[in-house]
């Protein structure tokens, strides 16, 4: 083949040898010729997605590792940027596929703060109980998939059973079982349907029982609890340098959920706990997303008892489509239809971060408006991306089977990584 | 020189040992796709979904489906891979798990024809140790094709089979010396007779013995929770990795045909082989049927673990093998002993 011009990408790969590896880090008794370094993924099983991590062992013990991302870059944010606001919202979606309730609710709000737009109360309360769906999907969609990686299989099935009823009761509220597109800017989408709420109370009656049913799955498993106990444990002071955030930092002991600490969309309303851990350890990042979805099912259960009667979305004609009766009977209302549709609203210049608890940790949308219907940049902080640091520090030295157990433990979702 | 071959005390003519030989064979072999296909059903039932049901009446055929899919398959070997032992690996761990089947008593001596006629193919005097030769030869086949597929997760998953081997061999091993010492023989037909003139089972007397060699037997399988050499999660497919077709179906064959063989050597050291319980004695025809519904429960059983435990990690495995099942397998065998002599 002829001398092709390598990327800087290529080059960087390349460079990572195992001298390079040595020099830094050394091995666990001198066997410095017994190094292999192996290729888990980007088509790996277990890398839950397309991660790529380049793997030093000796023997079994993982020496260092370090993840190679971009395998599933989409370019989103870019995209973002030639639609129009409201338009803009299902691509955001897509960014972390298993919280997209949340993705959108970190951008529409960003968009709604620019705008110093009032989201009706009823709005609010319909997105915490969207949201609150989505972080208990997303968990038990955590949970099966690390069973999994543990060899427990049956998990799998067991959560995703659960997680089933969620998806039909998005499909019942907003039409999609995933990237509902539901939250809006200004509100939400629609209001619920009839027979949604008799659903979601059936829901949230069996769901703590699940959890229970759960915990006597893996807490009286002494296989379970011998994987799991003691295993790659990293201390308060390294997860925040790395900026980790999440229930990796609140198993470590630090209460940090930013529904408590800066509340945003009514959180301030309900009455819930934050469960925190004490070791920081596999067992407590598993224990504390366990009592996390039996938070959620509380907060789901005080949003649906309380939620208060108004528009479900903004009355301003000027970001939120009109009602469909009124197109047939307003001029105005079909004005304002065809200038959404076509052109879309107009944010004043400025920029805004707008941060939210995901289920993985802090999601942040930062947003800057040049005064045109599309906005002039989208980012995310994407909690999975910034957790994927804490992979290496977590692992070295462990073996190759807890290096795959403390990733699924990490739930990185890559479709939010490299977005 | 001395005998190696069968002390039977009668004469088989040779057309009954290969009639004996063939029957064995197809009757051993139409249990493993029935193994099969129960450990999806049954799996589907344990996880709350259905299981195969569209290939056939009741997803019977999925088993042939399956393999069949296998099959057509185009074979496929890395660049780095040894071509030879690529092939021979799987070849070696097929042939010994049916070799096995050879010792499996289905029922004893009958008469056909006039003609004295031992249900099992061959009772060879060293009897389970045996079985035990062809469980250890077995392994090569692991490590072999782990290490002929020239990947590294292959290789990896070779190097857990071979550690897995010596750890759990050992300790299966001193788990029936118990059992050998009660029955006064190797002989797996004899051990079945001292099961039925004691009128107990040996996995009473010897419960310990009977723990400890099931988990062995676990791990001589690699089925959860020991699974580690394939550990699909960790290692893509272990030794299996850089199988497809034909290759992979042979793996796969073998790997239940080793639960068909261990569950049959299991009923057979543990739970009275062809026996059934409460003293009621069928007539001769029955104990091969009795032998396979114990292979069935024995399977079942199997598949359970399977859907209920989690895997255990390779150091965890390593010092569950020599720390806990070796010292209890020994203690077994010395208390074993002493109420033997005393007794």
């Known amino acids: 083949m002829a001398t092709t011009e390598r990327s800087a990408y290529r080059q960087m790969e390349d460079s990572i040898t195992m001298d390079a590896r040595l020099e830094r880090f050394g091995t666990v008794d001198g066997g410095e010729h017994e190094l292999l370094t192996v290729n888990l993924g980007p088509h790996h099983p277990a890398t839950h997605g397309v991660l790529r991590l380049l793997v030093t062992l000796q023997g079994e013990v993982v020496i260092d590792l370090r993840p190679i991302i971009g395998y599933v870059h989409t370019g989103i944010e870019k995209t973002a940027e030639q639609k129009s606001y409201w338009k803009a919202i299902p691509v955001v979606e897509r960014m972390d596929y298993l919280a997209y309730m949340f993705n959108a609710t970190a951008y529409c709000g960003a968009v709604e703060s620019l705008l110093d737009l009032e989201v009706p109360k009823r709005g609010q309360y319909l997105r915490v109980i969207h949201m609150e769906l989505n972080r208990i999907m997303s968990h038990l969609v955590w949970l099966g998939t690390s069973a999994l990686d543990l060899g427990a299989m049956s ?68 296989i379970a609890l011998q994987r799991l106990k003691g295993i790659c444990p990293l201390d308060e002071e390294s997860l925040l340098a790395l900026g980790v955030t999440g229930p990796l930092l609140r198993a470590a002991g630090n209460p940090w959920d930013l529904r408590k600490a800066d509340p945003y969309c009514s959180y301030e309303d309900f009455d819930f706990k934050i469960p925190v851990g004490t070791e920081g350890d596999n067992w407590d990042r598993l224990a504390v997303r366990l009592a996390e979805m039996e938070q959620s099912v509380r907060i789901i259960e005080q949003a649906l008892d309380g939620l208060p009667e108004g528009p479900h ?107 | 020189m001395t005998t190696v071959l069968a002390e039977v005390g009668f004469y088989e003519p040779v057309w009954i040992q290969i009639l004996k030989a063939i029957i064995i064979f197809a009757v051993g072999l139409q249990i493993v796709p029935i193994v099969l296909l129960a450990e999806r059903k049954v799996l589907g039932r344990f996880q709350n979904r259905i299981g195969p049901n569209r290939v056939g009446p009741f997803g019977a055929m999925q088993p042939l489906a399956d393999i069949g899919k296998l099959l057509w398959k185009e074979e496929f070997r890395p660049k780095t891979s040894i071509g030879f032992l690529f092939v021979l690996a799987p070849i070696i761990s097929v042939l010994t798990a049916s070799a096995t089947l050879a ?241």
């Open chain 1, 155 to 222: 998990m799998f099935w067991f959560c995703f059973r659960e997680r089933e009823r969620i998806l039909d009761l998005f499909e019942q509220s907003t039409g999609q079982r995933m990237h509902t597109r539901y939250i809006q800017v200004g509100g939400v989408m629609e209001d619920i349907p009839r027979g949604f709420e008799e659903k979601l109370r059936e829901f949230i009656a069996i769901m703590p029982k699940r959890v229970g049913q759960y915990r006597d799955m893996l807490y009286k498993n002494e």
């Open chain 2, 103 to 343: 010792i499996v008593p289905f029922g004893n001596v009958v008469d056909i024809f006039g003609e004295p006629v031992g249900l099992y193919g061959i009772d060879v005097n060293i009897g389970i140790l045996y079985a035990f030769a062809f469980g250890a030869v077995a392994f090569y086949g692991i490590v072999l094709g782990g290490w002929a597929s020239g990947s590294k997760f292959s290789f990896l998953g070779a190097m857990r089979g071979a550690a897995q081997l010596i750890s759990y061999e050992v300790a299966g091993g001193l788990a029936v010396v118990g059992v050998v010492m009660m029955a006064g023989s190797l002989s797996l037909t004899e051990i079945v007779e001292a099961q039925a003139r004691d009128g107990l089972w040996f996995f009473i007397p010897q419960f310990v013995g009977f723990i400890v060699f099931l988990t062995a037997a676990f791990a001589e399988t690699n089925r959860a929770p020991f699974d580690l050499p394939e550990a699909d999660a960790e290692l893509v497919g272990g030794y299996n990795t850089e199988y497809g077709g034909g290759g992979f179906a042979t793996y796969y064959m073998a790997e239940y045909l080793n639960i068909v063989v261990l569950s049959a050597i299991t009923a057979t050291l543990f739970l009275g082989g062809w026996l059934l319980p409460f003293g009621i004695d069928p007539p001769t025809w029955v104990d091969p049927f009795v032998v396979i519904a114990k292979i069935f429960a024995l399977s079942f059983f199997w598949i359970w673990i399977r859907a209920t435990l989690p895997r255990l990690r390779y150091d965890q495995l390593m010092s569950f093998g020599w720390k806990i099942l070796l010292p209890l397998a020994t203690i077994n065998t010395l208390v074993t002993a002493i109420l033997v002599v005393v007794w």
């Open chain 1, 313 to 419: 979305i903004t009355e301003d004609r000027k970001i939120a489509l009109p009602p469909r009766h009124e197109l047939g009977t307003s001029m105005e209302a079909l004005i304002h239809h065809f200038k959404l549709v076509t052109e879309g609203f107009r944010v004043p210049p400025g920029e805004h971060y707008y941060p939210i608890e995901s289920p993985r940790g802090e999601l942040g949308c930062f947003v800057r408006a040049d005064g045109s219907s599309k906005p002039a940049r989208v980012h995310m902080r994407d909690p999975s991306f910034v957790n994927l640091q804490a992979t290496a520090p977590m692992t070295r030295g462990t073996y190759i089977a807890d290096l795959i157990a403390t990733l699924a433990m990490l739930d990185p979702v890559l479709g939010g990584i490299d977005r």
